[in-house]
């Protein structure tokens, strides 16, 4: 891989006032890109501090979908800290990772993740889901930088990160597109049309990720449409698949590795995850979906996650 420790990018983008002051230390944008992260102790700080982020911003909002974002935030702290080359004072860097949120209704952790970053500020986490606001419920490209592609309907990411991937798999510093689905999302049919296509151009540069915490809006996956086994309906179709806990940083960073280094094909990752995970009030209940929480339970899930009320 590049040592992308050693790459500058210029000036001149519409996001070049913003500074980090999160997880990767302050920097501006003359700076080399931040080492990555692959401690697992630094990055389960950082997944518990962005939990409390993700429950305080929904809650203040009062609206947005706890379950979903909470699983995912492993596996989002891993790409972003661990794994991605990016770099948040030029979101358009010809030579970045991509990132399609596929299920666009887990959009408070990719919130969470991009002011951690610096893409967008902490005082932008206080206006989600509010008129004019660069956070919307669900990820728009043409407001909120480093933002990929616009999402929220459901089936449609695979194809759009395939797209993507195809386009720019001959570049220089192979730059790589990584794409997060939802279990219950595998039910859209235009998800297995983008993954018969990117089987058969062996987009090397692809990888999905399922979050494949077994919840979906009504109930369990299994009785609504099963979708299992997603590894070998994937396999059928000429990807790489690899099943992990999609808790286990070491398990989530081996799948990476083992992508990045698969160069005939195309690689799904089935993540097995907890909705909810990190707040026992939350984990494994379909009812916490798309539901608030009211004072007192954000009370309750703060002092579990170690965190006081006023975490933004």
Same mark, same amino acid.
């Given at each position: 891989?590049?040592?992308?420790? @050693?790459? $500058?990018?210029?000036?001149?983008? @519409? ?11 302050? /920097? ?48 989002? +702290?891993?790409? /972003? ?5 990016? /770099?948040?004072? #030029? ?19 990719? /919130?969470? =993740?991009?002011? #951690?970053?610096? *893409? ?6 206080? &206006? ?32 759009? %990160?395939?797209?993507?991937?195809? %386009? ?9 597109? *990584? ?11 235009? =998800? ?8 058969? *151009?062996?987009? &090397?540069?692809?990888?999905? =990720? ?52 698969? $160069? ?8 097995? +995850? ?39």
């Amino acid at each position: 891989m590049p040592d992308i420790e @050693k790459i $500058q990018t210029n000036s001149g983008q @519409k996001n070049s006032d913003r500074t980090n002051s999160g997880a990767t230390g302050s /920097y501006s944008q003359s700076q080399p890109l931040p080492k990555r992260i692959r401690d697992p102790d630094k990055l389960c700080e950082l997944a518990r501090e962005l939990r409390v982020t993700i429950l305080t911003m929904i809650h203040r909002a009062g609206s947005g979908h706890i379950g979903g974002s909470l699983s995912c935030t492993d596996i989002l +702290t891993c790409l /972003y800290f661990g794994e991605m080359r990016h /770099y948040p004072f #030029r979101a358009d860097w010809p030579a970045r990772d991509r990132f399609v949120l596929s299920k666009g209704h887990a959009a408070p952790a990719l /919130y969470a =993740i991009l002011a #951690r970053c610096g *893409y967008i500020t902490s005082q932008d986490l206080l &206006h989600l889901r509010r008129l004019e606001s660069i956070l919307q419920g669900h990820p728009d490209s043409r407001r909120c930088p480093g933002v990929e592609a616009s999402s929220g309907s459901l089936g449609q990411g695979l194809s759009i %990160a395939h797209g993507m991937a195809l %386009a720019i798999r001959n570049q220089p510093m192979s730059p790589r597109v *990584y794409v997060l689905l939802g279990d219950g999302e595998l039910q859209e049919g235009q =998800i297995w049309e983008a993954a018969m296509s990117a089987g058969h *151009y062996r987009t &090397h540069n692809l990888c999905a =990720i399922v979050d494949a915490n077994g919840l979906q809006l009504d109930g369990p996956v299994r009785d609504i449409m099963n979708v299992e086994p997603i590894d070998d309906k994937f396999t059928a179709f000429g990807w790489n698949a690899i099943d992990i806990d999609g808790h286990d940083t070491q398990q989530i960073f081996q799948a990476l590795d083992e992508a990045r280094d698969c $160069q005939d094909r195309p690689t799904v990752i089935v993540a097995r +995850t907890v909705k909810g995970k990190g707040v026992s009030l939350f984990e494994n209940k379909v009812a916490w979906h798309g539901k608030v929480p009211n004072d007192e339970q954000l009370r309750l899930a703060l002092e579990e996650l170690g965190a006081a009320r006023d975490a933004i």
